[in-house]
C-alpha cells in the first residue's frame, strides 16, 4: 500500500484528529514502567520506550472480563464492545503478537469475544530501536509487513507513513492535510541508513531457531528442567506478561443475592499448580519442573510445528519482568548448551 | 439453571483475632443485605443480638484458637456443620498470633506477659485455660479454605454463593504475582526491594503492589510456593536469611513452619 511522509511538527495535529476516530491509547511512563494508556494530550505520549509491561493483549484478551450474566430466566451473552479502541506505538514484535493470537482466535473456530475486540481495535505501529533485552532479530520479528493498520517510522526529521489496512488508508485520507507523497531518493537513503544503525543495534544474539524445535525435543529428558523447576517460583509472570500468551480460566461467579452471576474469563498461567488438573482430582503436571517444560516446549517446540514460528516474538518482557531470570534467553541458551559447546554451531 | 429448595442455615463464629472478617461481611455494602436474605443466618455475633445455633449447614469460622474454651467450642461447631469455612488468615494459618512458636516455648511467652507465675489473671478465666495459637485446620476437617487480613469481599463472595447453592467452590490457588500483572505492575523484586507476591495467596487483587506498596504476605500462603527460591531471592536483594524468614513468617503461621522443616 500507499506510503506518506509527515513532518514532525504536524504530529501533535495528527494526534488530535486520530482521536475524533475513537479512543486512543499510547506509551505512557509511569515510574518505572511503561503502559498503553488512555491519551488526552499529545505531551502524555512517549515513543522512546522499549516495552510495556503487558503488550496489546490487554486490548484483545483483557486479563479480566465478563462474557455473560445470568439469573433464573436465562443467561444473555457479553460480546459487543462498540467502542472504537486506537493504539498508537506499537512495536513490530507486539504487532507480530497481535498476528499470532489472530490466528488464535479467529481461526477455524473464532472466538466472538475476541473478534469484537480485534474488529474495534486500530493498531498504529511505531518504530523503535533495541536495548539488550530485545531478542526480534532472533526471532524473525524485528520487521513487520501487516497486521497494523497504520505504521509510523521516526526518521530525524519526519515520520514515514505506512498505510496495512483499509482502515489505515481511511485514516490517511482523513489526514491528507497532514500528509506528503514526497518521497525522494534522500528519503529512501536515509530510510536505509537508519534501518542499518537499527540492525546493528541488537546485542543479544538468541541460540538459532532454526534448530530450536529439534534442540527441545533432543533435551527432554535433560536435567536442565529440574534446574529451571528448582528456581521458579510458580508466579505465572512470564506468561501473563508474554504477549503471545493466551490460556485462559473461566469461573462462573454467583451475586450475593444468589439470585443471579456472570461468568468471568481471566487470563491463566501453565506454570501455576493446577493448571493441568482434570475432572477426578488427576494433575498430569504436580511439579513445577514439568509446567515449565510445558511453557517452554510449547512455545519454542509445537508452534514451529504447527505454525512454522516460535510462539516467542522477542519481546524480551520474560527477560525482564521474571524475577528469578528463567527466560527464553536463558532457557534456550541452556538446551543449546547441553547439546553443543561449539559457537559455529549454535549460530 | 440452578434452583435451590431452602436457604441454607449459615453461622458465622469467631474466636481470636481482630474479628475484620466478620466485619468485612458487614461491610459489603450494597451487597450486605443480601447476606442477611439469600440465606437463614442463625449465628452471627458481630450482627445479630438474637442467636440460636442448633444446627447450621455452613459455619464460617474466623479466628484462631488460642484457649481450651474455644477449643470445645470449635469441636461442637465441627458436630452441628456440614460445610465448615476458615474465614481469614487466623483460622486458615493461625494469623500473626502464631508468630513466636518457635521462638520461645508457651510457658517463657506466658511468662513475659503475665509475669513469673506465667498464669493468667482469674478474672480472664471466663475465656478458658490458655493455649498456643493454632488455626482451625489443626484440630478439625477444614472443607474450605477463604483467606484474607481481613478477606476481602470479591474473594469470599463468590467462593461463599457458590456454597449456598449447593455448588463446589473453584479451587485453584494463584499467588499475588498474577493479579499483580492483571493490574499491569513492575515488580519490586527487579528493583531490590522486598516483596512477597510469589509466595502469597491471591485473592486481595494485588492491591498493596499497586498503591507502590510491597506485599508482606496477610492473604497467607500460596500452595504452589516455593520457599527456597524465594529466600534465595530475598537474600539476592540484601536481606539476611533470618530477615528473609521473619518476613515470610508474618502472615505465614503454621504453613512456613511445615515448608521451612521440608513437610
Redesign the interface.
Known sequence: MKTYKMVKSAFPDFIELIKTKGKLFGPVKQ???Y?FEEISDVKDLDFDYQR???GVK?FLTP??YKTLT?N?E?TKDIIDEPETNIVIGVHPCDIHAVKILDRLFLGNIKDPYYASRRENLTIIGHSCLPDDKCLCQSTGTDMVEDGFDLFLTELDDYYLVWVGSDKGLALTIAASDLLSEDISDETIREYVRWQQKRSSMFKTVMPSFKYMADIITLNYDSEIWEQFG????????CS??CPTCNCF?V?D???????E?FRER??D?CT???YSMVAGDHDFRPD?TTRLKLYYTHKLKEYIGRWGQPGCVGCGRCV??C??DINVLTVSEALFGEVCETKEVCE | ?W??DKKPVVGVFGFSGCAGDQLAILH?ED?TI??F???DIKFFHMAQSHQEVPKVDIALVEGSINTERQLKELKEIREMADVVVALGTCACYGGIQYLGEDVKTFKERMKYVYGESGEVPEFLDLVGKPRPAQPISEYIDVDIMIPGCPISAENF??I???L??G?LP??????V??EC???????F???GKYCL???TSAGCNAICPSM?ISCVGCFGTY????Y???IN?LKEIGLTEEEAIRKLKLFGGNKIEQALKGD
Do not use: W
Not at chain 1, 461467579?253 to 439470585?259: G, H, R, S, V
Not at chain 2, 500452595?223 to 516455593?226: C, D, H, S, V
Open positions: 515510574k518505572s514502567k503502559s510495556t509491561v503487558l490487554k486479563p479480566k445470568f433464573k436465562g528448582e528456581k521458579c517460583l510458580s508466579c505465572g509472570t501473563l506478561v480460566n469461573d461467579k454467583i451475586l450475593m443475592n444468589a439470585e452471576g481471566m487470563l498461567s501455576l499448580p493446577y513445577r525482564t519482568y524475577p528469578v | 439453571m434452583k435451590r459489603m451487597s443480601d447476606f436474605t439469600s440465606a463472595v463468590p461463599y454463593t457458590k449456598i447453592s455448588l473453584q479451587k485453584y490457588p494463584m499467588p504475582c498474577v500483572k492483571y493490574e499491569g505492575n513492575d515488580c523484586l527487579l528493583h507476591g510469589p509466595v507502590d500452595e504452589g510456593a516455593n527456597p527460591s524465594m531471592k
